[in-house]
């Protein structure tokens, strides 16, 4: 007995994962979900056995508005209500916005202020900052200036030479009798132990960002906290792609130019991150802190044409997929030119069908992307969609100069969109993400002329050429699309 099982072992393994195969494969069309992404994940379970279930047990799981994340929504709600009473954080909002900026960036506004409340400020002051040389060289100057707090909550924080100095920053402050606080992603962060016994001695509260144990990362190891958030004595704010890491300062020899884009934000608006951050915080430290009003002073823009902003946070705690809704609205409602940077260009099949038929409209749509990409999976996925846009008469310019990490979008001449969010199914959809959209006709020109730039750098996809690439990186790109939905 004991030999014909050795001698049939594999086949008895094979015969029950396959079992498990069918069993899981029930669960998951039984779960009614994007059938994309449901046929990707019986795909993977079919073609690589126990390795399948592996995956799928790590990465497939969806704990969307369940268990830590539901408990989240339920007591953010309730916060935000109780801050907005007491701190009046919607005091700018007014009701001409219609009139002012026209029907396409009505439709957005009133589209958040349903799904999210988030609330639309109109006296800003905005910086647009060109890569992290630009990023850094600001934050080090307002981090220097800081009076009373500062609150940082980053994706990647790396304790390499940049991370270093803004610790020692960080550091320094504290011990000055600044409250600091970090959150950071456990998982794409890289911080030492030395590091962060720096810190804790120093008095900089920091926590990780749901961290990841091997013995209980199911549910945590698909949601990560993929924004990159400063607020500075609730008066100045920063969000944007740029992450705490060498890589994005050129300033530093680096394997590769980084091309990215960050705000620098001044006014009302820094109340919403700030709002923002804290929720974060309450999650990360289990610490329900009593907000004052320090935390959201009372200050009007100084500049001549102020700016009206409106912040929005998405995320798998969440009702709906709000930076991707105001994405699709954006796209629907454009009447001439759309404009977007994406590292990653994965969309789902309402942002494709919403930029296909744009195109196909007259409505003229270009899409920076990098030719090489940081991910080869995520390089082969993205190209695997140039084909169809292209046929559509969507424009797609591939970044050559180096890595492009923007995640921008510009609309005719009165909105545009900076923040975390890629084009991509984790942005929308797992990750925790905020954005910046930005209603000036100022800003849009300015990022106009920005784009222009990076489209000298860049070089656009003959589509006729294309259609011409080897039947290997064809069949590269299929197989990478299936997994589109898991990247």
């Known amino acids: 007995m004991f030999s014909f099982f050795r001698e049939n072992l594999w086949p008895f393994l094979l015969g029950v994962n396959y079992v498990l195969v069918v069993l899981f494969s029930i669960l998951i069309v039984l779960k009614n979900k994007n059938p994309v992404k449901t ?4 795909f993977i379970l079919a073609i690589l056995p126990f390795l399948g279930i592996f995956i799928y047990y790590f990465f497939g799981q969806d704990y969307r508005k369940h268990k830590i994340f539901e408990k989240k929504y339920i007591f953010d709600n309730e916060s935000l209500k109780q801050w907005r009473k007491k701190f009046s954080l919607d005091r700018e909002e007014r009701f001409d916005f219609k009139t002012e900026f026209g029907d396409g960036a009505f439709k957005i506004y009133n589209l958040l202020r349903h799904n999210e409340k ?25 981090l220097a200036q800081a009076e009373d707090h500062i609150h940082m909550e980053y994706f990647v924080f790396v304790d390499d030479e940049q991370g270093i100095e803004i610790i020692e920053s960080l ?14 992603d456990d998982v794409g962060s890289t911080i030492s132990s030395r590091s962060k016994k720096l810190l804790t001695d120093s008095g900089v509260q920091h926590h990780a960002f749901l961290p990841v144990l091997f013995s209980n990362s199911t549910s945590k190891i698909n949601y990560r906290n993929h924004r990159k958030i400063v607020v500075i004595d609730g008066k100045i704010g920063y969000l944007g792609g740029i992450n705490i890491d060498k890589k994005y300062n050129n300033d530093y020899t680096n394997k590769r130019y980084w091309r990215d884009t960050h705000l620098r934000i001044q006014g009302a608006a820094v109340g919403a991150l700030q709002s923002s951050f804290f929720l974060s915080w309450n999650f990360a430290a289990k610490d329900d802190i009593e907000l004052e009003g320090r935390h959201f002073p009372k200050s009007k823009s100084k500049v001549q044409d102020p700016v009206a902003v409106q912040i929005i946070a998405s995320g798998p705690d969440t009702d709906w997929e709000n930076i991707m809704e105001a994405m699709f609205t954006a796209i629907n409602t454009a009447k001439k030119s759309i404009c977007i940077t994406t590292p990653y260009l994965i969309p789902n099949s309402q942002i494709l069908t919403a930029l296909t038929t744009a195109s ?22 993205t190209d695997s969609y140039i084909e169809q846009l292209a046929r559509s008469g969507v424009r797609i310019f591939r970044y050559h100069k180096g890595f492009v990490h923007a995640k921008t979008m510009i609309i005719d001449d009165y909105f545009t969109s900076i923040g975390t969010a890629n084009l991509d199914y984790r942005s929308f959809s797992l990750n925790f993400e905020i954005n910046a959209l930005v209603y000036n006709t100022g800003i849009n020109r300015q990022m106009r002329e920005i784009y222009k730039k990076d489209l000298l750098e860049s070089e656009e996809v003959d589509y006729e050429r294309w259609l011409q690439r080897g039947m290997t990186r064809k069949i590269q790109e299929s197989i990478s699309r299936l997994w589109a939905p898991l990247l």
């Open 39 to 42: 046929l990707s994940f019986i």
């Open 118 to 142: 988030a609330v639309l400020t109109f006296e800003n002051e905005v910086d647009i900052l060109v890569n992290g040389e630009q990023k850094f060289e600001r934050l080090k100057k307002d």
């Open 171 to 184: 550091c320094e402050k504290a011990r000055a009798g600044v409250q600091v606080r970090l959150i950071y």
């Open 360 to 381: 196909r409209s007259g409505v003229d749509v270009r899409v920076i992307i990098p030719k090489k990409s940081d991910s080869w999976a995520a390089q082969y996925a």
